[in-house]
């Protein structure tokens, strides 16, 4: 699958490009949300790992930016965010929602739900 990950923490996104590529998929990061919709627009992506809190343009917005879309033509899109308190509202921006930091075990589960276009639920770590 192609992936979009999009954080401002560098070391939070090498680290989870670094595991899609290991598992075989083709993963491209942006440091915020302008570069984030920049790249949606330009390309295809299956799945989206999108942080909350970004400089700029919060992934939320980034996310409702993708509501526009026919859902034919819409990546699969997953918050993350390290504020528990935001979840209950970002879920129902998001088709996953995971609470950082999460399992590659969690990360497997979103996949699998990318793969199968599942239903929106908030995962923990794990």
Excluded: W, Y
């Excluded at 942006?30 to 400089?55: I, K, Q, S």
């Excluded at 209950?88 to 399992?103: G, H, I, M, N, Y």
């Amino acid at each position: 699958m192609n992936v979009l990950v999009v954080d401002d923490n560098e070391f939070v996104a090498d680290s989870l490009a670094f595991l899609l590529d290991c598992i075989g998929h083709h993963a491209v990061m942006a440091p915020d949300g302008e570069t984030a919709l920049e790249l949606l627009h330009a390309g295809a992506f299956d799945l989206v790992f999108l942080d909350e809190n970004l400089p700029g343009i919060k992934g939320s917005a980034v996310a409702l930016s993708l509501l526009d879309r026919p859902a034919s033509r819409r990546p699969f899109v997953a918050s993350m965010t390290g504020d528990s308190d935001s979840i209950e509202e970002l879920a129902r921006l998001f088709d996953v929602c995971l609470q950082k930091p999460f399992s590659l075990e969690t990360l497997m589960r979103v996949i699998a739900d990318a793969r199968n276009n599942s239903n929106a639920r908030c995962l923990l770590a794990a």
